[in-house]
């Protein structure tokens, strides 16, 4: 059965950072990855990270932001740093299997609070 558990979120002011973490177990994990939700809005890739650690970021957040992985540990890392109160929102993380087609595994959300 696989389990994914995010942990990191919290209340921080503009121009702050956060290291947010997800630990996945049970499987094989391919690609890893962390989106967030904000009201009104649909869910969006923030960053993605693959197993031979090729990366994508979504726009907003490039050059800011830095996704990582420690395959022996199964866990992806997503350091946000100058935090903008945009990037308000719950964070979740999903990671795929060899097996998972492209749903992937959802975890249950930690929420990031950025004040201005």
């Known amino acids: 059965q696989v389990q994914v558990v995010e942990s990191g979120g919290g209340l921080v002011q503009a121009g702050g950072s956060l290291r947010l973490s997800c630990v996945a177990s049970?499987?094989?994990?391919?690609?890893m990855g962390w989106y967030r939700q904000t009201p009104g809005k649909q869910r969006e890739l923030v960053a993605s990270?693959?197993?031979?650690?090729?990366?994508n970021y979504v726009d907003s957040v490039k050059g800011r932001f830095t996704i990582s992985r420690d395959g022996a540990k199964n866990t992806v890392y997503l350091q946000m740093n100058f935090l903008k109160p945009e990037d308000t929102g719950v964070y979740y993380c999903?990671?795929?299997?060899?097996?998972?087609?492209?749903?992937?595994?959802w975890g249950q959300g930690t929420q990031v609070t950025v004040s201005e």
């Open positions: 999903n990671v795929g299997t060899p097996w998972s087609g492209s749903s992937g595994y």
């Open positions: 990270i693959s197993t031979g650690s090729i990366t």
């Open positions: 049970g499987s094989v994990f391919n690609v």
